[in-house]
């Protein structure tokens, strides 16, 4: 099988492949390789990779190893915001630049024991903060389908090397949308899980910040669904983890006819939206409306500035927490992007009074969705508001006239689900007049993945814009 085959095919394919002994992990690694030596220098996708002998010999060492588990010898690149066990992990910082960990974070550990192997680390924003890929240790990744154009973030080297057939799959984290934007700007899936179905690094704190998950983005739902038994599943160390997890591959193909779908758009105008984002979104409607599913405009009878307040209070808490003991140090904090500081120094002035106040709104808001799934089985946003942006823009500074106050509110239209820790899946649903795709991101109620990934299951086979493959 000639090696562009092998690299644009689903993972569960490939992976059968190589089960049944048809084509070796070698045969993979090796076309893997020689796809990434020839169309990653123009999209910066994957980083710190080891050298292509070790590799080869790694893939080599598994063709001649028991099979460990459901991603034996198969190459995989992990995002730069998780720690690798002698692999260089930057979290796209110079003060990381040359940070190789002795210890795996539970991500990566469990990626490993599944038997994937490590080729390198996908490329993302400092400590993943903001949509747009580019850091001073790597620098910015470009989107596969127009290389002067983003691929987003946090995940975009993921996204980036999902689309131009770098990965078969890969992990992404998501706090503001980070599986959802890049999978949109670069036409593939990422799927956000309910909180605590995959389970974080119980070595950090666990239980006030409840914003950010990791999950899987694959070309396909059913390789979303293999990644996700992967890395899914309990963690005693953590108080929200899910004490049962659930299978999804092989429970895919269901019946979807008679969900109802409550189109939120942009909430009567809140959302300011670049022309054509909304168009899009609103051709794949007769796709949902042939598989059976209802979908009708709905607008939350809540204030989405409530929203926007709560989110901006909590993660600026969050990240001042996080990075509090490197912003205290002098040596470190002055390698610190703007935006950090501006997000650590917020997040320190707040009071426990306004912590606790926007907690409040955020319990209101959960309370309005549990009214909203009475009447809705999914609710359905844009993934992003804008499309792929120039790649030397650090964001945009304003979307259709209107005036962004922040780094990141160009991406506030995915925080209604990030605010409360609900399952969102990205779908793609084709591409402007300039080529540049677009993705629309289906909520469920917490819980709800299951279902989320059938719907998303039927549409993939109902629409399959993944087929439309970049030029690079």
């Known amino acids: ?58 893939a080599k060492a598994a063709d001649n190893e028991a099979r460990k588990g459901p991603l034996h010898g198969l190459p ?68 596969p389908y127009d290389t002067s154009r983003t691929a987003g973030g946090s995940s975009g080297g993921a996204a980036a090397a999902l689309a ?31 909180y605590g179905l995959v389970p974080g690094d119980p070595r950090k704190e666990s239980f006030f910040n409840q914003l950010a998950t990791d999950g899987p983005m694959a070309r396909s739902v059913q390789d979303l669904a ?17 004490s049962e997890v659930p299978t999804f591959s092989g429970k895919l193909d269901a019946d979807v006819k008679g969900l109802k779908i409550g189109w939120i758009g942009d909430w009567n105008g809140h959302y300011a939206m670049e022309p054509g984002v909304l168009d899009l979104c609103e051709a794949a409607f007769p796709t949902l409306a042939d598989l059976g599913a209802e979908v009708e405009p709905f607008a ?15 993660r600026s808490f969050a990240i001042a927490g996080g990075l509090k003991a490197l912003y205290d140090n002098p040596s ?12 650590i120094e917020r997040g320190l002035a707040l009071s426990g009074t306004e912590v606790f106040e926007a907690s409040v709104l955020r319990s209101s808001w959960y309370r309005q969705l549990a009214r909203a799934f009475e009447r809705y089985d999914i609710l359905a946003l844009p993934s992003a508001q804008v499309f792929p942006f120039d790649a030397d823009t650090h964001w945009p500074p304003e979307i259709a006239g209107r ?19 609900l399952p969102a899946l990205n779908v793609p649903v084709g591409f402007n007049a300039s080529g540049f795709p677009m993705g629309m991101q ?21 629409t399959d814009w993944v087929t439309r493959t970049p030029g690079v």
Not at 123 to 135: D, I, L, R, V
Not at 177 to 192: I, Q, T
Not at 405 to 420: F, G
């Open 1 to 58: 099988m000639p090696a562009t085959d092998l690299t644009s095919l689903d993972a569960v394919d490939l992976l059968g492949l190589m089960e049944r002994k048809e084509i070796s992990s070698a045969d993979v690694m090796d076309a893997v390789l020689d796809r990434i030596e020839q169309v990653n220098p123009a999209i910066n996708a994957i980083v710190s990779m080891p050298d292509r002998e070790a590799l080869m010999a790694a």
């Open 76 to 143: 995989f690149a992990v995002k730069d915001l998780v720690e690798v066990k002698g692999l260089r992990s930057t979290h796209g910082s110079p003060i990381f630049a040359d940070h190789v960990p002795v210890q795996d974070d539970i991500l990566a550990e469990r990626l490993r024991a599944a038997g994937a192997i490590f080729i390198g680390k996908t490329n993302t924003p400092e400590f993943g903060m903001g949509s747009q890929s580019y850091n001073p240790v790597h620098g910015v990744t470009r989107n």
């Open 164 to 194: 131009a057939r770098l990965v078969l799959l890969a992990d992404g984290s998501d706090m503001m949308g980070s599986l959802r934007n890049p999978a949109a700007f670069c036409n593939v899936y990422g799927f956000r899980p309910t």
């Open 226 to 242: 293999l990644l996700l038994d992967v890395i899914a599943g309990p963690d005693p160390r953590l108080p929200h983890s899910y």
């Open 300 to 314: 939350p009878a809540f204030a989405p500035e409530k929203i926007w307040n709560s989110w901006l209070a909590l």
């Open 332 to 343: 470190t904090r002055e390698k610190f992007k703007p935006e950090a500081i501006w997000e």
């Open 403 to 421: 005036a962004m106050t922040t780094y990141h509110q160009w991406m506030e239209i995915v925080i209604p689900a990030s605010l409360v820790g």
């Open 442 to 462: 289906l909520i469920g109620p917490k819980g709800a993945d299951l279902k989320l990934l059938q719907l998303g299951h039927a549409y993939h086979h109902g």
